[in-house]
């Protein structure tokens, strides 16, 4: 059974310092989301990653994926308070159809 | 939620009614989804539907049913609502990136 660990789930931390999301899964998978979600919204798609070692930037926020150890991180580059968000990382299961599971989500909150 | 669009957006039911979620996508995907969102509990999949004709069953399906009436449609019902249904639901399918776009949500309570 696929399982998707996200660490921390609460992150408050202050304008313009750098901090990481990790998302760990149980199972092959080379296929990895990032979503975004703000309150009271719905999700939004950050990144997508698809290949051990794949990485994708935009603009303060850069996803990695390594597959061998199962793990992608986000990681946020002097943060601002408008990255104040809640943080999904989601992978999909490949055997037989394709099902997304979800991490618990990383609430972050960017203190001015 | 460019694609994927829900109805209805709010709904308060009381235990033992009866709703229908509807959603429709434009994306001309064959897979659809339904998740829903409790506080602490991140999406968790309810059903899934791979192709028009198709439903199979996610991790928490238990008090819901769907129908995929078409390639565009795919609907939520609970027949019995109770109150461990109060949630805030999404219907999802892929785009052209692989990745999935969701809808707007439902947020349903059930008294």
């Known amino acids: 059974e696929l399982k998707v660990e996200q660490n921390p789930l609460f992150l408050s931390m202050q304008e313009e310092k750098n901090y990481t999301i990790y998302c760990n899964y149980s199972?092959?998978?080379?296929?990895l989301y990032w979503y975004r979600q703000d309150p009271g919204k719905s999700l939004e798609s950050l990144f997508v990653l698809l290949s051990n070692g794949a990485v994708k930037q935009e603009g303060r926020l850069m996803a990695s994926l390594d597959t061998k150890a199962r793990l992608s991180t986000l990681h946020i580059t002097a943060a601002v308070h408008d990255l104040s968000a809640t943080y999904f990382c989601a992978v999909a299961s490949t055997s037989g159809t394709y099902k997304y599971i979800f991490g618990t989500g990383t609430r972050l909150k960017v203190l001015a | 939620n460019a694609g994927v669009t829900q109805t209805p957006k709010f709904q308060v039911l009381k235990t033992g009614q009866s709703m229908t979620l509807q959603c429709a996508q434009d994306m001309n995907h064959n897979s659809m989804y339904w998740y829903r969102q409790d506080p602490g509990m991140g999406l968790r999949l309810i059903y899934y539907?791979?192709?028009?004709?198709?439903?199979d069953k996610g991790e928490v399906p238990n008090g819901y049913n769907v129908s995929r009436l078409n390639k565009r449609e795919f609907s939520l019902r609970l027949e019995s609502a109770a109150p461990s249904q109060t949630s805030v639901y999404f219907c999802a399918a892929p785009g052209s990136t692989d990745t999935q776009y969701f809808g707007p949500g439902t947020r349903l309570t059930v008294l």
């Open positions: 539907s791979a192709s028009e004709g198709t439903t």
């Open positions: 199972t092959t998978s080379d296929r």
